[in-house]
């Protein structure tokens, strides 16, 4: 049982290029989401999917866009990254609240 | 969502018990209260989730007072394993995971 699976974990991009972050998750879970975490801070939230053909902007989606490909899969997409988006980036599912399960995040330097 | 207010750091040594408190005075009647752990490189853990008075596993004991208005997560003799960051999320079933800066415990030989 993988849980929540993130590709790929580490990133160098140059400012101005696009990638795809991909996440999956094998639990079933209906709710998906990606966060950022700046050194030292606390996770901010980008975007959710409460379920499969659903998105929903959290705190800090300028920048970003979402895809949910299907109930597995959830993609976080930057289409011209900039230096402040350098950070970890974490997918996570759930069922709803109170427990998520988190992956092993990727780690993104935006030159 | 409500709003929790936790230290921002604690230290403690290798097997003393720790309790970290989060005030969350705006608690809705629905809410729980979770707790979650996370590991330098890590994402966070699901911990403990409670309504209300005391929940127990094996891995910590949460007290929730009448009022529900703070919440203690104790963590019995601790260890060096044990040094991470511990939020306290408070919510209900559908919303989304509000992680504000938590706590960061540091566990000393």
């Known amino acids: 049982n993988a849980g929540v699976t993130q590709t790929p974990k580490f990133q160098v991009l140059k400012t101005g290029q696009s990638m795809t972050l991909q996440c999956a998750q094998d639990?079933?879970?209906?709710?998906m989401y990606w966060y950022r975490q700046d050194p030292g801070m606390g996770l901010r939230l980008i975007y959710y999917s409460a379920s499969e053909g659903t998105t929903d902007k959290g705190e800090v989606p300028n920048g970003y866009n979402v895809s949910r490909l299907n109930k597995r899969e959830f993609s976080l997409r930057l289409e011209s990254a900039a230096p402040s988006q350098t950070s970890v980036y974490f997918c996570a599912s759930s069922r709803g609240i109170p427990e998520a399960f988190f992956g092993q995040g990727t780690r993104l330097t935006v030159v | 969502l409500a709003k929790t207010t936790q230290p921002i750091s604690m230290d403690s040594y290798e097997g003393q018990e720790v309790n970290i408190t989060c005030s969350h005075n705006?608690?809705?009647?629905?809410?729980?209260i979770t707790w979650y752990q996370q590991f330098p490189s890590q994402g966070p853990r699901f911990i403990i989730q409670g309504y209300k008075t005391k929940v127990t596993n094996e891995v910590a004991s949460l007290f929730i007072p009448a009022d529900r208005k703070s919440s203690t997560l104790s963590l019995p003799r601790v260890s060096l394993s044990d040094t991470a960051v511990y939020y306290c999320l408070v919510g209900d079933y559908g919303q989304n995971f509000v992680f504000g800066p938590g706590t960061r415990l540091s566990v000393l030989p």
């Open positions: 639990m079933n879970h209906n709710s």
């Open positions: 705006n608690i809705a009647t629905n809410d729980y």
